[in-house]
């Protein structure tokens, strides 16, 4: 897995930012749609979650696949294809986690193809310079405890050198309960990025702390969430 990519956007892009879209391809290009998308020009950056649980897997990770101007990072449920042949039968069962979608669509003797897709597609971390602006995207968020870092250089040091720390990257929810749970007074904003942008958490509406979003909806209302940055301004579609 390549754990980071960084990108710079020219200034004359509009640059979106999806939540996790789990095979649903057709709600994606409606979405895409309805705020205008220029599916040659403009950027799209999806939070991670591209397989399992919806009907159009397979054509979602062939879209991004053939996209220059689409990317995307790992998340947890890509991750679980990324390795399916270290545990594959516990993989191809997983219900819960819906992985049986992903095997059924795409196939057992296609498995391999689709994660060589993801693994030149995808990176951990992505780091995105646009305009006078440096934005971070990491799928579960960033693990908040006394002994893990809070500053962007040092999180992709971690992450090159941690193997359980990656997996923390993609699973983490540790900020986002605090934030739940209104104890928030001990948790620093993370340095060295101007946003953070995650999905894996499904709630009901995006949710902003400090210089994190959580944009992961479509389990919980059925819509995706698209973050729209144009220079300065950053607005909900």
């Known amino acids: 897995m390549k754990i980071l990519n960084k990108v710079n956007i020219p200034e004359n892009k509009k640059v979106f930012f999806v939540g996790d879209i789990h095979g649903r391809y057709d709600e994606l290009l409606e979405k895409l749609k309805s705020v205008n998308f220029n599916m040659e020009q ?4 999806s939070v991670g979650d591209l397989v399992d649980r919806g009907p159009k897997i397979k054509e979602v990770i062939e879209l991004f696949a053939k996209k220059d101007n689409f990317y995307c ?4 449920h890509d991750n679980f294809l990324l390795e399916f042949d270290t545990q ?4 191809f069962d997983d219900i819960r ?17 689709y994660k060589k897709i993801l693994l030149k597609k995808m990176s951990l971390i992505l780091e995105i310079e646009y305009k006078d602006m440096k934005i971070g995207v990491i799928h579960g968020g960033v693990p908040f405890d006394n002994n893990k870092p809070q500053e962007w250089n040092k999180i992709i040091r971690k992450a090159k050198r941690n193997k359980r720390y990656r997996a923390n990257l993609m699973w983490d929810r540790t900020v986002i309960r605090k934030v739940w749970a209104n104890d928030i007074a001990d948790i620093p904003e993370v340095k060295g990025v101007d946003i953070m942008v995650h999905g894996h958490t499904t709630i009901d ?31 909900i579609k």
Not at 88 to 91: A, H, I
């Open 42 to 45: 403009d950027i799209l950056i």
């Open 73 to 76: 990072v790992v998340g947890n």
């Open 88 to 91: 594959p039968e516990k993989w």
């Open 97 to 113: 986690n819906g992985s049986e979608d992903t095997v059924s669509q795409i196939g057992k003797t296609q498995l391999k193809k």
């Open 205 to 235: 509406k995006p949710l902003f702390f400090q210089n994190r979003v959580w944009i992961d909806t479509f389990g919980k209302t059925g819509e995706l969430t698209l973050l729209c940055v144009e220079g300065d301004n950053i607005e």
